[in-house]
């Protein structure tokens, strides 16, 4: 397997700081703890290579246009659905950094071979031999 290099520039990150949705207490109304996070793949400085596997994932955060949109809400301040946010997006791109290793056709061996078909006999000699006793 190899992986390819990357780095996310914080210019192609753009963070827009929400309300977030549920109960909240008293503060629901007045504080904008929820992060939206947009990032641009076809304007990026991902490599082309990541750029093409992005726009080719069936996930419902990359929008038509080829945006990934991540909303963090689920902690209590901004700064660490910011960090969430950002966490999300480098694994999703890390998802798709890693290229598998092709597989190569293999042939058993002629020992392995040899074992199946003895294995193979030996039980049909236990059944054949479950047949009947004769007096």
Request: glycine share 6%; no cysteine; net charge positive.
């Amino acid at each position: 397997m190899s992986r390819t290099a990357f780095t996310l520039a914080p210019d192609d990150i753009e963070i827009t700081a929400v309300r977030a949705q549920g109960a909240g207490g008293q503060n629901v109304n007045k504080v904008s703890s929820a992060v939206h996070l947009r990032f641009d793949i076809r304007a990026s400085s991902l490599p082309d290579v990541l750029k093409e596997r992005l726009l080719a994932l069936a996930d419902h955060r990359i929008t038509r246009e080829g945006v990934i949109v991540i909303k963090a809400q689920t902690q209590r301040t901004q700064e660490r659905n910011r960090e969430e946010a950002i966490a999300r997006l480098r694994e999703l791109v890390e998802r798709v950094s890693f290229t598998p290793a092709s597989r190569r056709a293999t042939r058993p061996t002629f020992a392995s071979k040899v074992r199946r078909l003895d294995g193979k006999t030996r039980r049909g000699e236990i059944k054949a031999n479950r047949g009947r006793v004769l007096d």
